[in-house]
């Protein structure tokens, strides 16, 4: 026991630059408490306590701003930044290594029973604000971009941005660090208004181009004119 809530705090000290020592993780980060308050309270759901864990939940949504259901599983050295908004739901499964932000949704999609809330495999990372839905895995290593919106699988190693979530990145090769850089991600608006852009610019050369060669035409004496004669063949006065 002592040597996981020691890693916890490593894994604090390791991923946030901001921390800078063992108290400062203790007494700053609010996901660690609450996913400290979460191992308890997994432990009675399990044991059948439900109201007492959900209420006890209930208590640390309060303190922390983050709810994680009793019911998830959660493996080791997870990692909740900032933290405010996070919710997690009742049949998550989350593995090692993982790192979520603030505003992260892990919810469900509509009220079946069984599994379904998202699996989230070893070094994944959730950014900012993003939601992930339905009983879906997220691959080992995979990345997912803020704001994303992520409803069916990813395999391992990709990262997953826009509304609905689509891979943009796929290596191919396993990741066995922790890649925290959830801002580094291709904009997919953006590159849509860029493509926009470069065909607009197109257009508007070509019609350039078209006007430039209607007024040289008009503006252009005709063969008659140049012999001097008018329209209808007859010698120009």
């Not at 439900?50 to 701003?65: C, I």
């Not at 930044?81 to 949704?105: C, F, K, L, R, S």
């Not at 943009?168 to 396993?174: A, P």
């Not at 257009?203 to 140049?226: C, F, G, N, V, Y």
Request: proline share 5%; charged share 25%; hydrophobic share 40%.
């Amino acid at each position: 026991m002592i040597a996981r809530l020691r890693a916890d705090i490593i894994a604090v000290k390791e991923r946030d630059p901001a921390c800078t020592s063992s108290f400062s993780a203790l007494t700053n980060y609010p996901g660690l408490w609450a996913v400290w308050w979460h191992r308890l309270t997994h432990r009675l759901h399990r044991s059948g306590h439900v109201w007492l864990a959900r209420r006890l939940s209930q208590s640390v949504r309060r303190a922390t701003g983050i709810e994680i259901h009793p019911g998830a599983t959660i493996g080791d050295r997870f990692f909740i930044d900032h933290g405010m908004g996070v919710v997690i739901g009742e049949t998550t499964v989350i593995g090692d290594d993982v790192t979520i932000y603030q505003g992260v949704t892990l919810g469900g999609t509509g009220k079946e029973h069984g599994k379904r809330h998202p699996t989230l495999e070893d070094f994944a990372v959730i950014g900012v604000g993003a939601t992930v839905l339905g009983d879906i895995r997220i691959g080992r290593g995979t990345r997912v971009g803020a704001g994303a919106v992520v409803v069916s699988e990813v395999p391992p190693n990709c990262t997953v941005v826009g509304i609905p979530g689509r891979i943009v990145v796929r290596e191919g090769k396993r990741i066995d660090t922790i890649d925290l850089h959830h801002e580094d991600l291709p904009d997919p608006v953006v590159e849509m208004y860029r493509t926009l852009q470069r065909r607009m610019d197109r257009i508007e050369a070509r019609l350039a181009r078209e006007e430039d060669m209607s007024a040289e035409a008009a503006l252009a004496p005709t063969a008659d004119a140049r012999r001097g004669k008018d329209d209808d063949g007859h010698p120009a006065l």
